[in-house]
């Protein structure tokens, strides 16, 4: 059975950081881009970042370039996201994504308040 499960959000000042985890069972991540995307209340989910099954090869909606960092570690079948100089507008649930298998996880809230 295929599962993704992502952890570490939670609720955290402006200007704080989280780390994002999601981590696969079932299913063997290597063989898959994998994506996180979020969703906000009353909006449209987007994508927040997408790494290529190399490792090499990252892309990240232009609202978190620089502050936020998706890698993966292919032997712990587990894909992160670094969250740095949180903003109450990056405010959402995020989920994972494996391209490969067109499987999402069930997601994580993250809430950026002071």
């Known amino acids: 059975q295929v599962q993704l499960v992502e952890s570490g959000g939670g609720l955290v000042q402006p200007g704080g950081s989280l780390r994002l985890s999601c981590v696969a069972s079932?299913?063997?991540?290597?063989?898959?881009?994998m994506s996180w995307y979020r969703q906000a209340p009353g909006k449209e989910r987007e994508l927040v970042a997408r790494?290529?099954?190399?490792?090499?090869?990252?892309n990240y909606h232009d609202s978190v370039k620089g502050r936020f960092i998706i890698s993966r570690d292919n032997a712990k079948n587990t894909v992160y996201l670094q969250m740095n100089s949180l903003k109450p507008e990056d405010t959402a649930v995020y989920s994972c994504y494996a391209t490969a298998i067109n499987y999402w996880g069930q997601g994580t809230q993250v809430t950026v308040s002071s």
């Open positions: 790494i290529g099954i190399s490792g090499i090869n990252v």
């Open positions: 079932g299913f063997t991540l290597r063989i898959s881009a």
